[in-house]
Every structure is written in C-alpha cells, then in structure tokens.
C-alpha cells in the first residue's frame, strides 16, 4: 500500500528533513507523548476499556479478565515507551501542505510493506495500520477491532492452546490497538502509523529541541537505502531550482530510481 511522508528541506521545528533523510537512511520515530494530540495513547486505551462492557455476549469471563488486565498492564507500564512513525494516506493533501508552509515542502512515497522490510528493526515490536478516528464515548469502532484481532485463524489457534497463549494474545492485542485510535477532531489528517515499542525502553532514545521543549525520539535506520519511490515537491515558486537540487542529492546517495514529480494543488 502506498504511503507519504510529509517533511521540508531540512527539518521544521527541530524534525528530520529530506536532506537528512536522505542522507542519513533513517526515519525518526517521535514518543506519543509529544504528537499533536496530548491524550493519544489515553484516548485509546479509553476507547478499548469501554468497549469491553459491550463484549460480554462475545467472550467468556476469563477472556475478558485476560484482555483487562493486558489493557491495565499496557498502560501502567508500556505506554511510556512507545513511538511513532506517522505517514498519510494521501499524496497531495492541502492541510499538509499548510502544515509546511515555508515553500520547501516535499511529500515522500513508500510501500508500506517495503519499508518495513527495509528497516532495521531488531529489539522493536513493530505494528502498522490506518489510524481510526473516534469520540472516545464511542464504543463501536474499538468493539470492532477486538472481535477482528480475536477471529483472526493464527489468534484463535493460541488461545484454543491454553491459558498462557491466550495471556499472550491478550497482550498483543494491548500492545496493537490502542495507539491507532485517534480523536476524530484530526481525521482530516489521513494518517498511517508505524508504532515502535523497544525491548530496550531507553536504549537509543535521542532528543531534539522544538517549542516544547526536549522531544524524545528514536532514529530508524535502512539496512541500505531507503525504498523511496518518489518525491512530491509542494506549492512554491520555482519550482524547477527545487527539482534540481533534490535530484542532485538523490543522484549523490544512489537513489537513482526515485522519481520527483509537482503536487497539483495551486496553494500559495
């Protein structure tokens, strides 16, 4: 599935770049608790404990006590080490564009699947998908991720094992679903995330400096280079100076079969 990764030239408010990215061969993966949304994990881990009122027609007790309980864990104890990669779903996106408003703003395409393979993820837990947008009153959304989490073939042969698969699968469920739940205030925003939980909670963990304060992120690398497949380069006045300079700089990292193309939004 194709996804885009809105950035600038060189980093807006202390973020990595395309020229950074590139010349690096690494994503920066920021700590929810610094996203643009302040209750990001809260919100999801809200969403997920009020649907299990609605489920008890679904599972038995025990089910349900297992899924409690991961929840309660998960947030007691992981949700202060979880990162983000945050990608969107569109290409040419007005609000995005906004959002990198300096004229230098580029949108980059991946794979999804390519660049999780491109990456070096040792020691990470690594979960990707469509951010689901929802008032956190609502129940229907988080009812619905469970049931699927649990119908899956793979899941359902855990816990048919025995209690300590069903203990692990209730864990992962904890561990997947809430940080893509997201107040539907920013569902304009389109997003898709990759979300990083290390073995190693503070092993790797940089900083960077924006309004804010201190930002605590990891850094991402390709085992090569990146799989980027192309280059949208934002609303701006000339345009071709832009393109050439990007293109010099791919040309000097090996990226020779990227491409660069002009959004077809008229902002200015």
Known sequence: MKIYHYTDLNGLNGLNGLKGIIESGSLWATHFSFLNDSNELIHGMNCLENA?????DDFNPKTLKFIEQALTHFRMHRAVHVYNLSFCLEPDLLSQWRGYGSSQGVCLEFDDEELIASLQLTHYQVFKNRVIYTKEDSTVEARNEILAFFRQPEVQAAINADAMHEMIQATKLAHSLPPFFKNDGFKEEQEFRMVI?????????NFRVNDSGLVPYLIIKAKDKLPLKNIRIGPRSNRAMMMDGISFLLQSRGYTSTRISFTETPFR
């Open 52 to 56: 299990l009122q609605h489920l008890r």
């Open 197 to 205: 939980l290390p073995d190693r909670p503070f092993e790797g963990v």
